[in-house]
């Protein structure tokens, strides 16, 4: 299996423009701020297992990422809270590069690596990685109730927190908060 490495991850992560997180983002999508809405994971449990697919189409795991931090996101190019928040999460991990911590969002758009990335080609949301989950698979296995729907996973490898639904991640708040959980 072949590896995605931690280096294009943050690669992928250093090229949105650092003024994207610097934006009162909250004001401006109207997203809820995330500390109002992620919910800790107590005690903290090991996610279930299970792959995702890179945009060559190579399985991957989170185990694969133990020992760095994880923010992972199933979303959807055609669900509307998730086309939201995207940017939002775009601009954290340009924040969350620098510190090992790597956003990881996870599509379930059933036309494959194509249709995320020209998705993020027509909006210019850069910085992120084209990762898949095409049939909501690996969203399921983690009880996730819906899309979006977002993991926070510590360097241990075990869940800190989740959030059902969108939220604004690109506050210095939300980057503070994310940093805390990972570090456990």
């Known amino acids: 299996m072949a590896l995605i490495s931690r280096r294009t991850v943050v690669a992928a992560g250093a090229t949105l423009p650092v003024a994207l997180s610097a934006r009162n983002s909250r004001a401006a999508s109207g997203l809820p701020d995330l500390a109002e809405v ?9 996610p279930p297992p299970g792959v995702f697919l890179d945009a060559s189409g190579k399985e991957h795991t989170v185990a694969e990422f133990r020992g760095h931090g994880m923010v992972i996101n199933f979303w959807a190019t055609w669900c509307a809270p998730c086309v939201a928040e995207m940017p939002s999460l775009a601009a954290l991990s340009v924040a969350l ?15 494959g690596a194509k249709v995320v990335s020209d998705w993020f080609a027509a909006r210019q949301v850069n910085g992120l990685p084209v990762l898949l989950d095409p049939k909501g698979t690996l969203a399921r296995a983690w009880g996730g109730r819906g899309i979006p729907t ?8 075990t869940e800190r927190a989740r959030l059902d639904g969108a939220a604004d991640w690109s506050t210095p708040g939300a980057v503070a908060l994310i940093r805390r959980l990972v570090e456990g």
């Open 38 to 46: 992620l919910t800790p994971v107590v005690p903290p449990v090991p």
């Open 97 to 111: 590069a620098p510190h090992d911590i790597a956003v990881l969002p996870l599509s379930s758009d059933r036309g």
């Open 150 to 157: 977002t993991f926070v996973i510590a360097r241990d490898g």
